[in-house]
C-alpha cells in the first residue's frame, strides 16, 4: 500500500548492501497495475537475494519465485500522514487519490495478507524492520 514505507526500506536496504528494487517504477511495469513479468523474472533469476517491493494485479504469477511474500503495513493514519509528508513521490496528494488509497487498503490489503508469508508493522522503528527483512533472506523458502 502505498505510504507504509516501501521506498524508505528499499533505500535502507540498498545502503546496508542488499539489492532491493523498487518495482512501483514505470520501468518495471507493462501498465499501471501490472508487472513487465519477463522483467522482473529476468531480475529474479540475475540475483541470488533481491528484495522485489511493489504491489501489482500480476505478482502472484510470479510467487513461485520468491522465497518470502512480505506485507508491509501501517495504519491508515500513518500512511496518509507519511505520504502528505514525502517528496519526489506526488501520489496521494490529491484528495480523489487518497480516496483511492483508502479503498485499497480495504479491499487489496486483505487479499495480500491472504497470500503473504510474513507481515511487518512498519510504525515498528525501520531498522528493526530492515533487519527482520534481512534475516529473511537468510531464512527457509516457504515457496518451492
Do not use: C
Not at 491508515?76 to 513521490?89: K, L
Amino acid at each position: 500500500m502505498s505510504g507504509v514505507g516501501k521506498s524508505t526500506i528499499v533505500e535502507a536496504l540498498t545502503a546496508g548492501g542488499v539489492k532491493a528494487v523498487d518495482t512501483d517504477l514505470e520501468e518495471w511495469k507493462v501498465s499501471r497495475h501490472q508487472w513487465d513479468l519477463d522483467r522482473v523474472r529476468a531480475l529474479l533469476d540475475e540475483f541470488e537475494e533481491v528484495v522485489v517491493a511493489g504491489t501489482v494485479e500480476n505478482q502472484g504469477l510470479l510467487y513461485d519465485a520468491f522465497d518470502h511474500v512480505i506485507l508491509l503495513s501501517a495504519p491508515t493514519s500513518v500512511m496518509i500522514e507519511r505520504i502528505a509528508r514525502r517528496h519526489g513521490n506526488p501520489y496521494g496528494k490529491t484528495d480523489a487519490e487518497r480516496q483511492e488509497i483508502l479503498e485499497y487498503t480495504a479491499t487489496v490489503e486483505p487479499l495480500l495478507r491472504a497470500t503473504a508469508t510474513v507481515e511487518l508493522d512498519t510504525t515498528r522503528p525501520l531498522s528493526e524492520t530492515v533487519r527482520h527483512i534481512r534475516d529473511l533472506l537468510r531464512s527457509t523458502r516457504r515457496f518451492t
